[in-house]
């Protein structure tokens, strides 16, 4: 089989597996994808979303270890690279954060959620001025975005530059 072909019995059980995800049904989800991956222990699209399932049920650390071995298979996977971020972010590790966010937004440039998290994590390294920069350009490509606007405003307090 070609690397670009997917084995049809397991695409059915990814298929499946995500839309028990969807619904909430964490742990009828997890068995299916633990079952394609005894199957195919590097299905990328099993690893990553297997990740995902333990982001929803907040373990940010399992969440790194699962999208760590996906990342194996398919490093330049952008969602999961910011999701990768994400939880890193979550336990507050964030200088590594940093880093994963940077490496999301040199494949996407214009990925404004990475570049608000990358703000966040900025603010939470009290690298305040960077923060703001990366919450201007958010609301320069989304000027709706409200927790942008509220952002900005709390790194500005943090800055005291409250006029």
């Given at each position: 089989m070609r690397p670009t072909q997917q084995n049809p019995?397991?695409?059915a059980q990814i298929q499946q597996a995500v839309a028990l995800h969807q619904?909430?049904?964490l742990d009828q989800a997890e068995v299916l994808y633990k079952k394609v991956l005894a199957a195919a222990p590097r299905h990328f699209q099993a690893l990553y979303l297997l990740g995902m399932l333990e982001l929803h049920r907040l373990n940010p650390a399992?969440?790194?270890e699962l999208i760590d071995r996906a990342l194996?298979?398919?490093p330049a996977h952008v969602d999961a690279q910011f999701d990768r971020a994400t939880a890193l972010e979550d336990?507050?590790?964030y200088a590594d954060a940093l880093?994963?966010?940077e490496l999301v937004l040199a494949l996407k440039p214009d990925f404004t959620d990475a570049l608000f998290r990358r703000g966040n994590v900025l603010r939470g390294l009290e690298r305040h001025m960077d923060a703001l920069d990366c919450y201007r350009r958010v609301i320069v490509a989304q000027p709706e975005n409200a927790e942008a606007w509220f952002r900005q405003g709390n790194t500005l307090h943090d800055l005291e530059r409250l006029p």
């Open positions: 019995a397991l695409a619904r909430g049904e399992g969440a790194v194996k298979v398919n336990l507050e590790r880093c994963g966010y």
